[in-house]
């Protein structure tokens, strides 16, 4: 089975940033050009583990690529489009071919904001975007969302939001090339094995120290007796 370790951006709009939205993720451009796709090697590193992603971005539709090999790899399929245009959600539709070919972990519809009201002539509202994403297993991410009351900033657990939210939606997933990170307990419980076994490693010297006195002791009360007994 083929390493699944890859990542891909899909520009479906030239509206849509491809490179700066790479970028915001993992602070590179994408450099590496093959054909129709740039790469480049995304370290993630969290609390609980380390892996290296094939970021992949490309303009490219699904009928351009279904041919590469690269997209074997994808475990994580970000599709960027823009609201206002009804033709960039139509290229966005396309994509269900890969998806239904490959089934990718993560699947994510990603845009700038919606437009406002019932201004959506000729694009896509949000509502129309929502369903569409319930069907077809995807979640949706708006790049210009904010945390929306103050109270919310404040709560322990805050719903992240834009590119922060994709960039954790990609790190929950289990990537064929994770490198697990022993948890602070564990790395607890081997400090203080450490200091035992160092503990341990005294003991004897300390042991044979008192072993030396215990003798001299015994030898001087053997010399007593013998000096009372006879004189």
């Given at each position: 089975?083929?390493?699944?370790?890859?990542?891909?951006?899909?520009?479906?709009?030239?509206?849509v940033?491809?490179?700066?939205l790479?970028?915001?993720?993992?602070g590179?451009?994408?450099?590496?050009?093959?054909?129709?796709?740039?790469?480049?090697?995304?370290?993630?590193?969290?609390?609980?583990?380390?892996?290296?992603?094939?970021?992949?971005?490309?303009?490219?539709?699904?009928?351009?690529?279904?041919l590469q090999?690269e997209?074997?790899?994808?475990?994580?399929?970000?599709?960027?489009?823009?609201?206002?245009?009804?033709?960039?959600?139509?290229?966005v539709?396309?994509?269900?071919?890969?998806?239904?070919?490959?089934?990718?972990?993560?699947?994510?519809?990603?845009?700038?904001?919606?437009?406002?009201?019932d201004?959506?002539?000729?694009?896509?509202?949000?509502?129309?975007?929502?369903e569409?994403?319930?069907?077809?297993?995807?979640?949706?991410?708006?790049?210009?969302?904010?945390?929306?009351?103050?109270?919310?900033?404040?709560?322990?657990?805050?719903?992240?939001?834009?590119?922060?939210?994709?960039s954790?939606?990609?790190?929950?997933?289990?990537?064929?090339?994770m490198?697990?990170?022993?948890?602070?307990?564990?790395?607890?419980?081997?400090?203080?094995?450490?200091?035992?076994?160092?503990?341990?490693?005294?003991?004897?010297?300390?042991?044979?120290?008192?072993?030396?006195?215990?003798?001299?002791?015994?030898?001087?009360?053997?010399?007593?007796?013998?000096?009372?007994?006879?004189?």
């Amino acid at each position: 089975m083929a390493s699944r370790n890859g990542v891909l951006l899909v520009q479906c709009s030239d509206l849509v940033d491809i490179q700066k939205l790479a970028a915001d993720l993992c602070g590179v451009v994408c450099v590496r050009e093959q054909h129709l796709i740039q790469r480049l090697t995304w370290k993630i590193s969290n609390k609980y583990y380390e892996a290296d992603l094939d970021l992949m971005t490309t303009k490219g539709t699904w009928q351009d690529l279904k041919l590469q090999d690269e997209l074997k790899c994808v475990d994580g399929l970000v599709l960027a489009f823009d609201p206002t245009e009804g033709q960039s959600f139509d290229l966005v539709k396309l994509w269900l071919g890969f998806v239904d070919e490959h089934q990718p972990a993560i699947l994510l519809l990603v845009c700038s904001t919606f437009p406002s009201g019932d201004d959506v002539a000729g694009g896509v509202s949000r509502q129309a975007a929502l369903e569409w994403c319930i069907e077809h297993s995807f979640e949706l991410v708006e790049l210009s969302a904010e945390i929306e009351n103050e109270d919310q900033q404040e709560e322990c657990f805050v719903e992240k939001v834009g590119v922060a939210r994709i960039s954790e939606a990609l790190q929950t997933n289990m990537w064929s090339n994770m490198r697990r990170k022993a948890p602070p307990q564990e790395n607890a419980a081997a400090a203080v094995a450490s200091k035992s076994e160092e503990g341990d490693s005294s003991q004897p010297e300390h042991t044979s120290s008192q072993r030396r006195v215990g003798v001299t002791c015994d030898i001087v009360v053997l010399r007593f007796v013998i000096e009372v007994m006879y004189g």
